[in-house]
Every structure is written in C-alpha cells, then in structure tokens.
C-alpha cells in the first residue's frame, strides 16, 4: 500500500472497522487496525455464544477493506508527542492521525466475592469461559444471573430457554431503561421461561461465594454458577498514555471525537467521552461514531471544519431468547416511550439488526462513504441543550469543591 498519510486506528470493533473502512475513500491515506484479535467480536451476539447457537466471531474477510492493513496485536502505549503506538508484541508504529475505538468491557466488580466466584461476559474470551462452565455444570444446577440491563435480560433469557433454573437478580428495577409498558413485555416472557426476577430495593448483591448470592435484604440464593453483567468499563491506555480522560477512563474530546489535548487523535465509539457527555454504550451509536471518527480526519485532511455530532438514539433491542424479543423505541432524547414491539416479532426484528450490523461495516468496505450520517441526524437541538446544562453545572460543581 501507499499513501502520504497514515492512520492508525486502535480497536476493531464495530467502531473501530467502520472508521479504517471510511477511510479508504481518499487514495493518499493508508490505513492500519490494530487488535489483539484477529476476527471481529459480534458482541452482540455474545449471549448466543454462551448459549451454543453463534460463535460471535466475524471473519475480518468478510467487513474489513482488502486495503486495509490488519495488525493482530495489542498497544501498550500512546506516545503522541512522537505520534506513535509501542505494541505488546514489540516495535512501535508511527502515525499522522490515530482513532481511539478501544470499545469497553467489564468494569471491576466492588463487591465481595464477585471477582473470584462470578463469571463476566462482556468480552470474548469471558464469554467462551462461561459457555466452558455452562456446558459442564448440570441442567438442573441454579444459574444467577445478576445485573438486569439488557446483557443480564439476554443472558438469562438464553439459559431459561435451554431448561436451566435461572434466577435474574435485578439489583433494582428489571431493565431500568424500558419504558414500563416494554418492562411488562419482558416480565412476562421470563415468567413464560421459569425464570425467577428477583427486584426491589433489597434485591442488591452484597457478596458472592462459591455457591451463593447474598443480598442486601439478609436473603441468600443458592448458586452454582453466578453470572455477573453489571456495568461496563473501559480499557486504562489513554489514561496510561497520559492523555485527558473522564473520571471513567473514557478519552476527552471535543464534539467533532477530536482529542482535547491532542488535534491528531481522535475517538469513537465506547471509549470516546465527546465535551464529557459520552453517549450510551451501544452497537447503535459505536458505528456512526466510528463513521464520524473518520469523517473527522477526512475534513482535517481535506482543509475543512469537521462536523459537530449530531446523532440521536431511537430505539433498543433485547433478545428474549431464540422465539421471542422486545424492540423498544425512544425519543431523541435516548428515553424509552411506550411504543415497543415484543414476543416473535420483536426476536426477529432483534436478528435482522444482528445480521445488519455487519452489513453496514462489509458495505462501507465495498464502497466507503456509503453509510448514511444522515440518518442519524435529529439530535443537534437536544446534544446543544444538554451542552449548554453541562458547561452551567461545571463552574457550579467547582465552586462547590473550592
């Protein structure tokens, strides 16, 4: 390959390969993927993969441009006064213009027990661990599964279907982000599959042991094996690197995902915290921000002022096992409204987004430049109005620790 500008992106996720993909439109940039992978987690479908009906995998053949350079590593270090990435593997690897798309995983769990005796799923390799102990525990052993977002809902739901004797312990409230009419849809489908909801405000996990959940209330759940899906963190490099993050690791930048201490680095998808206002983790929102990412260094490169984001949410969808699922719709404001569609229908609409997905990356490989941004505009009154709160709650918030 040749080009006079190279840029490396960091992360092949769904974020990470649309933006190497969009890149490809210029014929001077030569872009190279970093990833300790070398096929692309369909993260999306990790709950199958405990499960046993996907492997989660996409071959990188398959959604990643032929000109595109692939590097099956891990980046240790951000040097971007040398504006350069030192790799796992040895070597460094310089760069004109870098892309942040590190993705997220599990955050560290602060409870007692959790990280010794629970079982994580938020990346690959936990989630084939847990398929390992799955596959050699007895069907009639209790699974907890605890955390009630949609990864705990999947998951849950996925075993129940199988026969295995689920307890789902909300910590709360069963999918705090559905609209009530969309909570009643997916309670009723787990009564439908024997799974047990645990909610409420005693339903809080104090500790976990070998064989059990101890929850806030004094009640004690028998556990043979604890799944743990409650919250998500992000990879420590750009604070390690000694770039501006949030206080959760997420790198700083401004509304066009460009660094705030560094114009050649720039963010997408769960690992971005544009003006400190991250948008929700999801495969909805990595992809166009990935997209937007490289539209980004495309407008730099070309002379030109990058847009502002200006993508809203609409909708969410959870797997409720292989026969039924709830697509739940939202406003531009990322809150559910009671419009949802469940049971078959919302199954599959949930797989024609699982399937999409690597549609739209295959797609812009072929033709880069085709994924619509346009699509995802109607947020800009609403992303201003949440700027000018956060940028009047800054001083206050400081006047107050002063």
């Not at 495969?283 to 495309?298: H, I, K, S």
């Not at 109607?378 to 620790?401: I, M, S």
């Amino acid at each position: 390959m040749t080009g006079n500008t190279h840029v490396v992106v960091i992360g092949g996720g769904y974020a990470g390969v649309m933006a190497a993909n969009r890149l490809t439109q210029r014929d001077d940039v030569t872009a190279t993927l970093i990833n300790p992978r070398p096929e692309l987690v369909h993260r999306v479908r990790l709950h199958q993969l405990v499960g046993g009906s996907d492997d989660a995998v996409v071959a990188y053949r398959e959604v990643l441009a032929r000109c595109v350079r692939l590097v099956v590593d891990t980046v240790t270090r951000i040097d971007a006064a040398e504006r350069s990435v030192t790799l796992a593997t040895g070597g460094t690897l310089d760069y004109d213009y870098l892309i942040y798309a590190v993705g997220s995983g599990s955050a560290e769990p602060g409870v007692p027990g959790a990280a010794e005796f629970a079982y994580p799923m938020a990346t690959l390799e936990e989630a084939q661990r847990l398929r390992a102990v799955i596959d050699a525990t007895p069907a009639t052993a209790p699974v907890t599964v605890v955390g009630a977002g949609p990864t705990g809902i999947e998951i849950a739901a996925e075993l129940a279907e199988q026969g295995r004797r689920v307890t789902l312990v909300c910590g709360g409230v069963l999918g705090p982000y559905l609209h009530p009419r969309g909570r009643r849809s997916v309670a009723k489908r787990l009564a439908e599959l024997g799974t047990a909801v645990v909610d409420g405000p005693g339903s809080k996990v104090t500790a976990v042991t070998r064989d059990a959940v101890r929850l806030a209330d004094g009640r004690e759940l028998p556990s043979e094996v604890t799944v743990w899906t409650v919250g998500f963190g992000v990879p420590d490099l750009a604070a390690r690197s000694g770039l501006s993050t949030d206080a959760v690791g997420r790198l700083l930048t401004d509304e066009t995902l460009t660094s705030v201490g560094d114009a050649r680095i720039v963010a997408a998808g769960d690992s971005a915290a544009p003006s400190g206002l991250p948008l929700r983790m999801s495969c909805l929102n990595a992809t166009p921000l990935g997209a937007r990412a490289a539209d980004t260094v495309l407008s730099r490169l070309a002379g030109e002022q990058p847009e502002n984001l200006h993508q809203s949410m609409y909708a969410q969808c959870i797997s409720l096992g292989r026969r039924a699922g709830v697509y739940q719709f939202a406003n531009r404001s990322d809150v559910a409204v009671w419009l949802h569609v469940g049971d078959g229908l919302g199954a599959r609409i949930k797989e024609a987004v699982c399937k999409g997905i690597p549609r739209h990356l295959a797609g812009e490989a072929r033709d880069p430049g085709s994924f619509g941004l346009h699509r995802m505009r109607g947020g800009v009154a609403k992303r201003r109005r949440l700027l000018r709160a956060h940028r009047a709650e800054a001083p206050a918030a400081a006047d107050r620790t002063a």
